[in-house]
């Protein structure tokens, strides 16, 4: 299966630390992006690693790439409350395949 | 440039109802992939189409559910006699293909509930 399996499922965090979601996959990809989705809203894209690339940043977004690995991670830092949402990694190979996602929970 | 847009936002229907959902994808957008969700998980892939042409359907359950994106107007995908577990969200996303632009954009998705 091609699909990316994130973990945690579910992660609670104070405001102020850091949060790391991994996503794992089994074939090749072309790229690997990063979504996140409020309370059952449409994804908004955060950011897109190439095959290429090993490390991405954006704002207090820190995406890394392992293809040896068929890994990714997807840092936030300094995480504000704002950023309590679901966090999908989608594998862009063949074709768009969703992750089931982390649920991200920051306490204020 | 108006986003993606999706309607109705929720819509409600009786078993052996027919369903219809609208995407329009953003402007100079050709490609329009669709998924559903049901709650707690995330989006499966149901089919990938261009105008006029459908790309990839390989998620689209055989029976009762079509979709189709013509030359004019929006995306449409129907369910014909749906069944309780029809009941989820639906996505469109919509897609400008090149280097760099590999970005799905996402609509804000059509809420079906079958009662």
């Known amino acids: 299966s091609q699909q990316g399996e994130e973990d945690p499922q579910a992660l609670s965090i104070q405001e102020g630390e850091n949060a790391t979601m991994n996503c794992s996959y089994k074939t090749s990809i072309n790229n690997l992006q990063w979504y996140r989705q409020n309370s059952g809203r449409g994804l908004v894209h955060l950011i897109l690693?190439?095959?290429?690339?090993r490390e991405k940043h954006s704002g207090r977004l820190r995406v890394t790439l392992d293809t040896s690995k068929k890994s990714s991670s997807l840092l936030i830092t300094a995480s504000r409350a704002a950023d309590t949402a679901s966090y999908f990694c989608a594998l862009n190979g063949q074709n768009f395949v969703f992750g089931p996602g982390t649920r991200l929970s920051v306490l204020p | 440039n108006a986003g993606v847009m999706q309607n109705p936002r929720h819509l409600v229907r009786r078993r052996g109802q027919e369903a219809r959902l609208r995407c329009s994808p953003m402007k100079g957008h050709s490609h329009v992939y669709w998924y559903r969700q049901l709650p707690e998980e995330g989006l499966k892939f149901m089919v990938y189409l261009q105008k006029e042409n459908i790309i990839d359907e390989s998620g689209m359950p055989k029976e009762r559910f079509s979709a189709e994106f013509p030359k004019e107007g929006p995306s449409i995908l129907r369910i014909q006699q749906v069944v309780r577990g029809d009941s989820a969200a639906y996505f469109c996303?919509?897609?400008?293909?090149?280097?760099?632009?590999?970005?799905?954009?996402f609509g804000p998705g059509t809420r079906l509930l079958v009662l």
């Open positions: 690693i190439r095959s290429n690339e």
């Open positions: 996303a919509s897609l400008e293909l090149g280097h760099p632009k590999e970005t799905q954009y």
